[in-house]
DNA sequence: CAGTGGTCTAGACCACACT
DNA sequence: GTGTGGTCTAGACCACTGC
């Protein structure tokens, strides 16, 4: 990796340029400090919400200016795991704001905007304990026959039932989860996750289908057989690209549509 | 604005801080340098493909430092509108590149990787000139009856018709565009926009619903009537947010799928 | 007021590409 | 070698927050 972040006072010993030497595989300084604040971020030394040290504090703890530090913050804040505020400090991020509250939702109504219709209706069908098949087990890195944990809920807005969603999750990792836990919880469920298993989906990638409604979907969002559903297929990640999540949604796209940004 | 650029020696009288006098509404200088190179983009100085002036030439014609340029550059590179390689220069992006052929296309086939099918067959179905309905002319910023231009064509892949699209584009602006042109040109569509008829898509929004096959749309594409496809309707921006293109696509989702990556 | 992130500058040197 | 973008440093000052 070249200039060793072990033997950190020869960074300081040789000027403005220590941090640079010549190497056979280059890595920038700034991002071997980006890995030591993900790191940090991973074993849970600052947890979502707090702050994290100043940019000067860490530049004399990891013995490098602040511009790089600034430089290393930067990157992660681009990547959503902080978040900058003028003035007071930089925080881990979290689901759990009221600004990134949809970050993860892209199914927004018609007309009006995000949340407009006010929180959805939660509606736990079940949570059970489970083994994992060959293709959830694959999605979430595990061995087929691993425990999982299954739930599967209705979100009504406005009254009307609009998704459907089968999650899983390793059960080793949220072991003591409950559909009451779920069905009580204010805000999102991925703040759930943070506050009570210490795990933060950090991005997640979706695989999206038009189906028709069949299986005993259509009663669950009272629609008629075989209308055309948007089929969903999402794997949350943490820290470190690891699965934590797979979840197949449902969603009706009468009164909403799937709203994407392309740049 | 604050310090103005139009006075520029200002900026160099006092020192290191000269870009940063107290102001009413604080506008940082790279954001002002940001702006700058936009109309320089936006006017056609540099076109789609060509190198813009090295950082330092930038610093010395806008009177700033280079870490000042160089801020200003990464802000456009991370929004796309630019391209940075290292020892060769800053690109101006285009579409009509490998690396990024496929963009604004989300559909990847279930397995193998995008584009692995090679080019799609692409059949226009028709070409002609009309008038916007009130719907077009919202979308595009016209008045309704203004003089569209509307495309149908078929995508398909390895044989399979994929993909069906209705487009509309401004006629004032893509005067000329016909059908040939349209089946002849290799490469992209955005890309034929470039050179052609000097027209940039920067960003663009997608609005994505499952809706059932009909209306003809079922025989072009071959499938039974009633069958679900994914209706992605997207406007397209160049610069300034200026809608230049609404497109109304159906993709058929038996071997493909729409890929979207959150975070 | 002090402390935080944000901006700007200046200079040095590295990595990469072309000649 | 020369020129490009890329990294790193150091120092100054600005804007915002809260004591």
Redesign the interface.
């Known amino acids: 990796m070249s200039t060793s972040l072990l033997a950190p006072a020869e960074n300081l010993a040789v000027g403005p340029d220590a941090g640079a030497l010549p190497t056979a595989s280059f890595s920038p300084l700034y991002q071997q400090i980006k890995g030591l604040l993900l790191s940090s971020l991973r074993l849970g030394e600052w947890k979502p919400g707090e702050v994290i040290p100043s940019e000067m504090d860490l530049a004399a703890r990891f013995r490098v200016s602040q511009g790089t530090v600034r430089k290393a913050i930067d990157e992660l804040a681009?990547?959503?795991l902080l978040m900058r505020r003028q003035g007071k400090g930089t925080f881990v991020a979290t689901h759990a704001e009221q600004q990134v509250q949809f970050?993860?939702l892209?199914l927004v109504p018609d007309s009006g905007t995000p949340g407009s219709e006010g929180p959805a209706q939660r509606d736990i069908i079940e949570c059970r304990r489970t083994r994992a098949s060959a293709e959830v087990a694959r999605a979430l890195a595990l061995r087929a026959g691993d425990a999982v944990l299954q739930v599967r809920r209705v979100l009504s807005f406005l009254g009307t039932p609009t998704i459907l969603e089968d999650i899983w999750l390793p059960a080793a990792t949220f072991k003591g989860l409950t559909a009451e836990r779920l069905a009580n919880y204010q805000g999102p469920t991925y703040a759930l996750f943070e506050t009570e298993f210490n795990v933060r989906m950090?991005?997640?990638?979706?695989?999206?289908?038009?189906?028709?409604a069949r299986g005993g979907r259509e009663q669950l969002l009272k629609v008629a057989p075989?209308t055309?559903?948007?089929s969903v297929e999402?794997i949350a990640y943490t820290y470190n690209d690891v699965p934590m999540e797979l979840r197949r949604g449902f969603?009706r796209?009468d009164t909403h549509?799937?709203?994407?940004?392309?740049?």
């Open positions: 681009a990547e959503n970050r993860f892209k950090v991005r997640a990638e979706e695989k999206i289908r038009a189906e028709p075989g055309p559903l948007l999402r969603y796209t549509h799937y709203q994407n940004n392309l740049s």
